[in-house]
Each structure stands twice: as structure tokens, then as C-alpha cells.
Nanobody, 124 residues
Framework: QVQLVESGGGLVQAGGSLRLSCAASGRTFNGYAMGWFRQAPGKEREFVAG????????LYADSVKGRFTISRDNAKNTVYLQMSSLKPEDTAVYYCAVTYYESITTYATYYHYWGQGTQVTVSS
């Protein structure tokens, strides 16, 4: 059974940092792109960052560019999201996801497995 488990969320003050982790189990995802999405209350789920299967290419939403960094450790079947200079508008449930495509896609419908989400709350 495939599982994605996120961790690392929590409450942080504006300007602070958090590091999210997403550990995959049940199969290896080394050949597939992975992404992070987020969903704030009353809003649609939105793409945050993506990373190609090899980790050589990354893509970020404009709202987080320069503040967030996505990385992956294929030996550990884990993807990370380092978040810095956090803002109250970053408050959301953050989800990691895996797509069968090798290239990054920003469309949630193209992702095949999802984690349960981890809450990130940024206080002002």
C-alpha cells in the first residue's frame, strides 16, 4: 500500500522558518516528479513547489519563490520543503504528492498519490 506521510508543520511567527518532510512508503518514487501543494480555508488547493524525478529541476509558485526550497533524497524516498521568511498568508494545510510523470506539473489532477496533509500556521 502506497503511503505519503508529511511531518514538520506547526505554529511559527511571521519571519520564521519550518521544514516539511514527506516520506513515501510502499513503493519507490525515484522515477517520478513530486510536488507540494497547499490549501487555505475557503480556498482551492494550489501548487507550491515541484521537483523532477532526479532532483535536477525545480519549479515554484511566484508567491513562494525565493523563500521556499524543495529538495528530495531518493535514497530515503523523501521530499522536503524548506520554508523561510514565512508570512501569515502562507497559513494552510500543506500536502505532498507524487505524479507518474518525470517532469514537474503544477496541475493537482495529474498527481496520483497524496499525503494526509500537515498544518502550517504563521502568526503575525
Amino acid at each position: 500500500q502506497v503511503q505519503l506521510v508529511e511531518s514538520g508543520g506547526g505554529l511559527v511567527q511571521a519571519g520564521g522558518s519550518l521544514r516539511l518532510s514527506c516520506a513515501a512508503s510502499g513503493r519507490t518514487f525515484n522515477g517520478y516528479a513530486m510536488g507540494w501543494f497547499r490549501q487555505a480555508p475557503g480556498k482551492e488547493r494550489e501548487f507550491v513547489a515541484g521537483i523532477s524525478s532526479s532532483g535536477s529541476r525545480t519549479l515554484y509558485a511566484d508567491s513562494v519563490k525565493g523563500r521556499f526550497t524543495i529538495s528530495r533524497d531518493n535514497a530515503k524516498n523523501t521530499v522536503y520543503l524548506q520554508m523561510s521568511s514565512l508570512k501569515p498568508e502562507d497559513t494552510a494545510v500543506y500536502y505532498c504528492a507524487v505524479t507518474y510523470y518525470e517532469s514537474i506539473t503544477t496541475y493537482a489532477t495529474y498527481y496520483h498519490y497524496w499525503g494526509q496533509g500537515t498544518q502550517v500556521t504563521v502568526s503575525s
